[in-house]
C-alpha cells in the first residue's frame, strides 16, 4: 500500500474507546500499541474513556497484565511513552463495559479535553462503545476531523443490531476517514454504515511477535508422545463453545495422545467441566481460566496445535500468536480469518464439529516439528505484523482526513441524519440538533478563551 504524500506533520490526536485500561482485551490493546507507536514518532496523544471506580474492578485489573504506569483509574493519568489518559466520571454500565448512552452527557467534558488539548484529530474504536460513538458526533459537530476503527462483525438479523447499526450510520454520517481490521470487515462496515468505499482503509491488527517465540525447552518439558492442544478463547456461544464441547472427547477418545489446554473462561466454562467429567477426561483437559496477557506466550509454547472455534471473527489476533509461536493453527473458516495467515502456517474447517476434527487430524499428521521450522515460521509472522507499520499506516489515514476534510455545518448533518431511514432518520435528526444545541449552552458556560491549556509532564513538553 502506498503510503499518503503529504507534507510530514505532527498530529494532536484523540483516541476515544470505553475499551481500555485497566480493561484487557483485543481492542484495549490494539489501541494502547498504536497510542504507544505514534508517541514515539512524535504526535500528541491523549486517551478518553470511562472511570473505574469498583472496588472488585481494580482488584481484578491487578491481577492481570495491564499497560504499565497508569497511577489511577478516575480523572487524569499519564501512560509511558508519553501518553496522557482522561477517565471521565460517566455513568457506566458495567455488564457491557460502556457508559450509558446519553448524546450530550459527555459533551461539556469532551468538548473542554478537545480544546484544552488542542485536538486535530478524533478517532474512535468500536461500534459497542457508546462514548466513542457520541464523541465523533460531537467532534463533527465542532469541526473536528474524525475516524472510526472497526474491529467486529455484526450480522442484520435482530432487532438490538439493527438499532445499533442505524445509531452507527449516524455516529458516522459525516466520519473522514474510517479503518478496518480485514478486507471482510470492510465490507461488512460499508453494507451496514452506508459509508463510502472510497473512505475505507483496511489496515490489520499486529503483534509484539518478540513477546511470542518458540521455546522448544517449554515444550520439551511436557509428558513425551503427548499432542498438546492450545484453546485461549472466551468460552462463550460467539466463540464456538458449543463446538468445542462436543470436540473434546471426540478427539481425546479418538486418539491417547490429545491433551486439551484450555485458557479463558465465561458463562459456558460449566458447560465444559461437565463434558470433561462425563467422559472422565479431567487429566487430559487442563483448563487453566482467565489467562493474563503476560502468560498467554508461555501457554502456547507448551503447545504444538491451536484451535480456534469462533463462528464470527473480523481478524483474530489469537491466531497471529499462535502463529508466531510457532504452532499449527486451526480455525474456522468465517470473517476476516482466512486473510490472516498464509496456508502453511493456517489449517481452515467448515465450522462444525467434524470440520474440525478433520483439520485437527491432518494437522497432527505435521507433527513433530522441527525447531528451525517453528523459527522460520515465527520470522515470517514477524515480517507481516508488526505495530510500527499500523502505526505509521494509520498517520496516513491521519493526514487524508485532514487535507481531505470538508467542515459539515448543521444542515449537511441533519440531510445526512435524515437519509438514515423512514423511521430512524428523523430520530436521529433530533439528535444532531440536540448535540448542536448541547454544544452551544456548553459554550455559554465554558467560553473557548476561558479553557485553559492542558498541562503536559515536563518531561514530555518537548515531545508534544
Known amino acids: 500500500m502506498k503510503h499518503f504524500q503529504a507534507e510530514k506533520r505532527r498530529f494532536a490526536v484523540c483516541i476515544v474507546s470505553d475499551y481500555f485500561y485497566p ?39 491487578m491481577q492481570r497484565c495491564t499497560p504499565p504506569l497508569a497511577s489511577c483509574y478516575k480523572g487524569v493519568s499519564w501512560l509511558e511513552p508519553g501518553i496522557k489518559v482522561y477517565h471521565l466520571p460517566l455513568p457506566v454500565i458495567y455488564a457491557v463495559q460502556s457508559v450509558l448512552p446519553s448524546v450530550v452527557g459527555g459533551v ?16 474512535g474504536h468500536q461500534q459497542a462503545s457508546s462514548l466513542s460513538m457520541e464523541a465523533l458526533a460531537l467532534a ?40 478496518c481490521v480485514s478486507n471482510t470487515s470492510r465490507e461488512n462496515l460499508v453494507i451496514r454504515g452506508m459509508v463510502p468505499p472510497e473512505l475505507v ?33 472466551r ?37 465444559v467441566d461437565e463434558i470433561c467429567e462425563k467422559h472422565a477426561l479431567q487429566g487430559r483437559v487442563e483448563m487453566l481460566g482467565s489467562v493474563p496477557p503476560r502468560d498467554v506466550a508461555s501457554v502456547l509454547q507448551r503447545g504444538d496445535i491451536f484451535l480456534n472455534c469462533s463462528l464470527t471473527e473480523s481478524f483474530c489476533i489469537a491466531n497471529v500468536e499462535a502463529a508466531s509461536t510457532g504452532l499449527i493453527v486451526v480455525s474456522t473458516r468465517v470473517g476476516g480469518v482466512p486473510e490472516v495467515l498464509p496456508n502453511e502456517m493456517l489449517i481452515l474447517a467448515d465450522p462444525t464439529v ?14 513433530p516439528r522441527h525447531p528451525s521450522k517453528q523459527e522460520e515460521q515465527h520470522n515470517s509472522v514477524k515480517d507481516m505484523y508488526n505495530w510500527h507499520d499500523v502505526a505509521v499506516r494509520t498517520e496516513d489515514v491521519y493526514a487524508r482526513a485532514c487535507a481531505q476534510f470538508p ?41 473557548v478563551h476561558e479553557i485553559g491549556e492542558g498541562m503536559w509532564p515536563a518531561a514530555w513538553q518537548g515531545q508534544n
Open 23 to 61: 480493561n484487557v482485551g483485543g481492542v484495549e490493546n490494539h489501541i494502547f500499541a498504536v497510542a504507544a507507536c505514534l508517541a514515539l514518532r512524535g504526535h500528541k496523544v491523549v486517551i478518553v474513556s470511562h472511570h473505574y471506580e469498583s472496588h472488585r474492578q481494580r482488584k481484578e485489573s
Open 354 to 367: 467434524s470440520g474440525l476434527a478433520g483439520a485437527v487430524n491432518l494437522a497432527k499428521e505435521r507433527l
Open 201 to 233: 482503509n483496511v489496515i490489520p491488527n499486529a503483534i509484539d511477535a518478540n513477546q511470542f517465540q518458540p521455546n522448544i525447552s517449554v515444550r520439551n518439558a511436557e509428558p513425551e508422545n503427548r499432542i498438546n492442544i492450545i484453546v485461549i478463547s
Open 407 to 447: 467542515r459539515c455545518n448543521i444542515a449537511t448533518r441533519i440531510t445526512r441524519s435524515w437519509d438514515i431511514g423512514v423511521i430512524a432518520g428523523p430520530f436521529t435528526v433530533c439528535l444532531a440538533v440536540l448535540i448542536e444545541m448541547a454544544v452551544i449552552i456548553a459554550s455559554w458556560f465554558a467560553p
Open 108 to 123: 461539556p467534558l469532551l468538548r473542554s479535553i478537545f480544546l484544552r488539548e488542542g485536538i486535530e484529530v478524533v478517532h
Open 140 to 179: 463533527s459537530t465542532l469541526g473536528l476531523p474524525t475516524v472510526y476503527t472497526d474491529h467486529s462483525l455484526f450480522g442484520f438479523d435482530n432487532i438490538g443490531v439493527i438499532v445499533s447499526n442505524k445509531l452507527l450510520k449516524f455516529s458516522i454520517s459525516t466520519i473522514s476517514q474510517v479503518i
Open 235 to 271: 468460552l462463550v456461544y460467539r466463540k464456538g463453545v458449543d463446538i468445542l464441547i462436543r470436540l473434546i472427547p471426540l478427539l481425546c477418545l479418538g486418539d491417547s495422545r490429545v491433551h486439551f489446554i484450555i485458557g479463558g473462561d465465561g458463562v459456558r466454562r460449566v458447560e
